[in-house]
């Protein structure tokens, strides 16, 4: 693949991301009213490090593992969908607090293996 179908892979699955996690948001909120907190910003933040990371990259091997850690952020929506249908609790609503934190974290470590990695492979 080449660097402009890796960027709208990218962009595709980080749309589905936002859109799924707005729309959960919006669901455990009670109406649009949900969407005024700062939960929402939160919530959304770990896709918007990862739009502004694909948007600023040029590298094809930074693209594929932005690729790879897009995919895991929009697959980690699933847990929103099983704390709010599947397994409703009183502590359902801390998922909106800790999945964006584990996401960032995901995103760290990704990116950190990858400075590592390459970092190895260029020394001399």
């Known amino acids: 693949m080449d660097d402009k ?15 799924a996690s707005l729309g959960f948001v ?9 969407l005024l907190n700062l939960f929402t910003l939160w919530t959304i933040f770990p896709f918007f490090i990862l ?5 600023c ?11 790879i850690l897009s995919t895991l952020c929009v697959l980690s929506t699933y847990f929103y969908f ?5 397994h409703p609790d009183a502590q359902g609503s801390l998922i909106f607090l800790f ?12 990116f950190g293996i990858s400075a ?3 970092f190895f492979s260029t020394r001399k």
């Open 5 to 19: 179908k890796y960027k709208s892979l990218n962009y595709m699955l980080l749309g589905v991301g936002i859109f």
């Open 26 to 34: 919006t669901y455990a909120g009670g109406g649009m009213v949900g």
């Open 51 to 55: 739009l502004l990371i694909t948007y």
């Open 57 to 67: 990259t040029t590298s094809r091997k930074t693209l594929f593992i932005t690729t």
């Open 82 to 86: 099983d704390s709010l249908f599947i």
């Open 99 to 110: 999945l964006p934190l584990y996401q960032l974290f995901a995103t760290i470590v990704g």
């Open 116 to 118: 590592v990695a390459n």
